[in-house]
Structure formats: C-alpha cells, structure tokens
C-alpha cells in the first residue's frame, strides 16, 4: 500500500491530507470531521485502517488550515460552517479526478459530528461519483434541504446513549428520499468510547463501504484495528 502526505489545492487555501492506496483498491474514501479534529484523529485512523484493510483507499484530511484552527479555538465560528466544509470536501473531490491513480474510482464520505452534514451537502454535487456515505455521531439535520435530494446510499450510526443526537438523526432519517440506514449502537455516547462500540463502527463502516464501492473484501477481523492510546483534542 502507498502512503502520503499531500497537499489540496482549493478556491481559497491549500488543505493537507495523508492518501493511502492498496493495490487494487476499488473506492476511495474521503473523511469530513467536525471541528477541534482533523486528519489525526485517532477515531477517523482507526476506521481508515479498518478500510484500507477492506482494500480501500482512504484520504483523511484536515478541512481546516492550521491558521483557522487557531482561530476557532476562541472564536469557534467554523465549527458549524457546513458550507464551507462542503465546499472544501466537494472541491477535494474534483482534485481526486487529477490524480491518475485514483481518478478513476468511485468515491464514498466519512462524516463525524458535523462533518457528518457536510458530507451528505457534499455527496449532491457528484451524484454519479458519489457512491456512499457513512456518518459517525454526525448532524445530517444540518445538511438541511440537502436531504431530499441525496442519491448516494446512506448509513447513520449513533449511540444509543447520544440521545440529543439520536433525535436527530431520526428526524433527518425521515427526510430522505434516497436509502438511508440508521444504526445505533447500544450504550454509546457520542465518541464512541466505550469498549467494542468503535469496532462496531468501524465494522460497519467497511461493510457499508465495501458492498456500495465494489469490493468482495472479506468481513473485519475482530480486533484486527488497533486505536492508539495518545490522547488528542478531537471533539469528532
């Protein structure tokens, strides 16, 4: 598999991301964090590892450039941005058509928190390239009237103990016009926390994934991710 950083030209700033490419991989998948996270989120590397273990390709980048990262520690004005972070992960996608190695792959979106939103707003600006969206604890209600008019199949995972976000979920669930899942882990909170609930995640992620972009990867072994045990300031 290759790995490497890269650098992500869009409208107004260059984002930075770290590809992965198995050989063969079928689909690519693009995650969208919420804010106080990025491409180093343990959570968001730890189910990338489980795709990229499905064969996948995986991009994880930072919708934020370090300078407004700054920014929204104090001011926290990005966080609920949803269209600028849409805009940023559909300009991602157009670069994903220059780059000859993956050009040519369907693509997915891996939204947490309220990158969860912007993948869904994200996913109608390429309907025939975008495949499928997952979303981890997101906020799908913020991707508004986006809703109606998602093609991609989508599946919502939140915990069982994340009840404000459940509601939420439910209620944007109902708006779809398109196939949308939801999925709830029992006993979790919103960071997936607690013992196995991440795997469960991951798990279902990759099956998600794996059938709407093409592949006939075998199911996750259990265990066979391991998520770190730095700590890091990752809200998503």
Known sequence: MTEQNVEIPTTRVTLSGTLSVPPGAPGIVLFAHGSGSGRYSPRNRFVARALEEGGLATLLMDLLTPAEEEQERFTRHLRFDIGLL????????????????????????????TGGGAALIAATEYPARVRAVVSRGGRPDLAGEALERIRAPTLLIVG???????????????????ECALTIIPGATHLFEEPGALEEVARLARAWFTTRLGTNAP????????????????ST
């Open 86 to 113: 849409a805009r940023r992960l559909a300009e991602t996608t157009a670069w994903l058509a220059k780059r000859s190695e993956i050009r040519d792959l369907p693509v997915g979106y891996f939204g947490a928190s």
């Open 160 to 178: 069982g103990n994340d009840r404000e976000v459940l509601t939420l979920n439910e209620q944007a669930r109902a708006r779809f016009s398109g």
């Open 219 to 234: 199911a996750v072994a259990t265990g066979s991710a391991r998520l770190g045990g730095e700590r890091h300031q990752d």
